[in-house]
């Protein structure tokens, strides 16, 4: 099993900046890759952004330029820094890990925080 615990959310007007964390424990050499996925009201949980143990990242398009995952393998911690914030990034944010052939592949989540952007 692999616990996911996320911090960093909040309320920032538009143009400013949050920084997400998400600390892992367990089953953590099971797991790879990790990253985030939002959800807004209303709309489908969509994927932001996912980085693999060796740094190798993946954004969706309307985030591109404007936030950066990182990952700290030795503190089993995965960062979203968002900058350049704009309101419709408002959404319910969820870290996940994404375990190995031993667990066929499943997701373990986060229990989501919240990001608000006002305009």
């Known amino acids: 099993q692999v616990q996911l615990v996320e911090s960093g959310g909040g309320l920032v007007q538009a143009g400013g900046s949050l920084r997400l964390s998400c600390a892992a424990s367990?089953?953590?050499?099971?797991?790879?890759?990790m990253g985030w996925y939002r959800q807004a009201p209303g709309k489908q949980r969509e994927s932001v952004a996912d980085i693999t143990s060796g740094g190798v990242t993946n954004y969706e398009d309307s985030v591109k330029g404007r936030f950066t995952i990182s990952r700290d393998n030795a503190k089993n911690t995965v960062y979203l820094q968002m900058n350049t914030l704009k309101p419709e990034d408002t959404a319910v944010y969820y870290c996940?890990?994404?375990?190995?052939?031993?667990?066929?592949?499943?997701?373990?989540w986060g229990q989501g925080t919240q990001v608000t952007v006002s305009s």
């Open positions: 367990g089953s953590i050499s099971s797991i790879n890759p």
């Open positions: 996940y890990a994404r375990g190995d052939s031993s667990v066929a592949y499943r997701f373990y």
